[in-house]
């Protein structure tokens, strides 16, 4: 996934609809905090600032979930001169969340 300056979601590819279980069309053009409402959205929304704020590669792990379903994450942040790139990684030992043209 890629955010813009104002951390409007840019970019969305097939593995972030993967393990985020979105479609693209559902959240590119939207900011952040607006597609991840959940509590550990809010705390990688402020890990983002923080990256770009200091231009630092940030890497944590974080909780995030929704309809239900909680999901543990390895996180990397790359911000760069017009935005930040955000890695995700599963690590709750699923192998994924169910895609969002899938059924839960």
């Known amino acids: 996934m890629a955010l813009d300056s104002e951390f409007t979601i840019t970019h969305f590819n097939a593995g972030a ?6 479609a693209a069309r559902q959240v590119v053009g939207k900011r952040f905090r607006e597609v991840f409402t959940e509590a550990g959205g809010a705390t990688l929304a402020a890990k983002l600032e923080e990256a770009v704020k200091r231009q630092n590669v940030l ?8 309809a239900g379903r909680q999901h ?3 996180v990397r ?15 709750d030992g699923s192998d994924r969340a169910p895609h ?3 059924p839960a």
């Open 17 to 22: 609809e993967r393990v985020f279980a979105r």
């Open 59 to 66: 890497a944590f792990r974080t909780e995030l979930g929704d």
């Open 72 to 74: 543990s994450y390895a």
């Open 77 to 91: 942040l790359h911000p760069f001169s017009t935005g930040v790139s955000v890695f995700c990684r599963l690590t």
């Open 100 to 102: 969002p043209h899938e």
